[in-house]
């Protein structure tokens, strides 16, 4: 029953280079006793579905559809959790397509000796090895749980790579150089120790991420000059943050407070995700949220924040308040927050 419904997905995804992977590595061994199905009608609880509370025919519907599963709320799996479980997911089974978009865009073929950042349920990992061998392929997970239940997992199936636990940032020097690095996790910055373990020629492949929430798919090729340069790819992948590339705790935003100046961008400007991707790029250390109408921005270094409104004749306005003169204004007072203004009506406006 579990190889009629591996040959779906198969037949589904259409990946000639990952078909006979696809057809032969078991999923369900990856997924557990139980998965996080989200509540409709919050977006922050989760409630654990467990294969012993359905048929297997039910189970495997739900193992090989092509969607993602979380596996981890808040640091409690799935089959751990005794109820609803409330937070955001932190380790889940990307859905089968993404994580087949994600290898081809690495460009990943026989031969290549692979890092990947994040080994999450191991899933990834043992396609990896049903094609290239196990000693071609290098996994790194920060979290000793997830690490120890993909391991367990992956062994099951039959594969054996490299699976070091650690902080993937650093990438695993012991088994470098390697022909391909991928992130199953995003990053807001790439990482140098990833450039330094790949051979000339090699690639990095991975998600990027922004506090602002602007995201893209970066695709670098190593010279033998030792940088590492590429371009953004067309396909807009996103996966769960790396833990230590999460933003900081948002303070409570307050309306109507500060000095309140005309702007000659317009804040609805940031609901555009490639003006909020180019904005974060000025502003790195910025958190954005929106409510009661307006938009906020605020620094997670400085604690300096702007609360703009649209202007219905077009344009907006600005009321800002916060610490280092007002760092995080459109138009601000301040040396470094004109500075900021600058960049980011250059880049949007």
């Not at 779906?8 to 992977?21: C, N, P, T, V, Y």
């Not at 140098?192 to 690639?203: I, K």
Request: aromatic share 6%; glycine share 12%; proline share 5%.
């Amino acid at each position: 029953m579990a190889a009629k419904h591996r040959l779906e997905l198969a037949d589904k995804i259409g990946s000639a280079s990952w078909r006979k992977a696809l057809e032969t590595v078991p999923r369900e061994l990856f997924l557990g006793d139980a998965v996080y199905v989200p509540d409709k009608t919050r977006g922050d609880l989760w409630t654990p579905v467990r294969r012993s509370d359905m048929s297997t025919d039910d189970w495997l519907t739900l193992v090989y559809a092509d969607a993602t599963l979380v596996t981890q709320v808040a640091g409690i799996t799935a089959d751990a959790a005794t109820g609803a479980v409330t937070g955001c997911p932190t380790s889940s089974s990307t859905l089968p397509s993404l994580v087949v978009r994600m290898l081809e865009a690495a460009q990943i073929g026989e031969g290549d000796r692979v890092l990947e950042i994040g080994t999450g349920t191991g899933y990834s990992t043992a396609l990896m090895c049903h094609r290239l061998g196990n000693a071609e392929v290098t996994s790194v997970e920060y979290d000793s749980v997830i690490a120890s239940r993909a391991r367990a997992a992956i062994t099951a199936a039959g594969f054996a790579p490299a699976l070091p636990q650690g902080d993937g940032l650093y990438g695993y020097a012991e088994n470098a150089e390697y022909d391909r690095v991928i992130a199953t996790c995003s990053v807001r910055t790439i990482p140098y120790a990833w450039v330094r373990q790949l051979r000339a020629g090699g690639t990095i492949t991975a998600p990027m991420g922004g506090w602002m929430g602007g995201v893209a798919f970066a695709h670098l090729t190593l010279t033998d000059g030792g940088t590492a340069s590429g371009r953004f790819l067309e396909d807009s992948l996103y996966f769960m943050t790396a833990r230590a590339h999460w933003p900081p705790p948002r303070p409570p935003m307050v309306r109507g407070i500060g000095e309140a100046r005309k702007s000659r961008v317009d804040p609805s400007i940031l609901e555009d995700r490639t003006a909020v991707w180019i904005a974060q790029l000025a502003i790195p250390q910025a958190q954005i949220s929106w409510g009661d109408g307006a938009t906020f921005l605020v620094d997670a270094g400085t604690g300096s924040r702007a609360e703009a409104l649209s202007d219905p004749g077009g344009g907006g306005w600005c009321d800002s308040t916060g610490r280092s003169g007002c760092g995080m204004s459109l138009k601000s007072p301040s040396r470094r927050g004109r500075g900021r203004a600058s960049r980011i009506n250059r880049a949007v406006g």
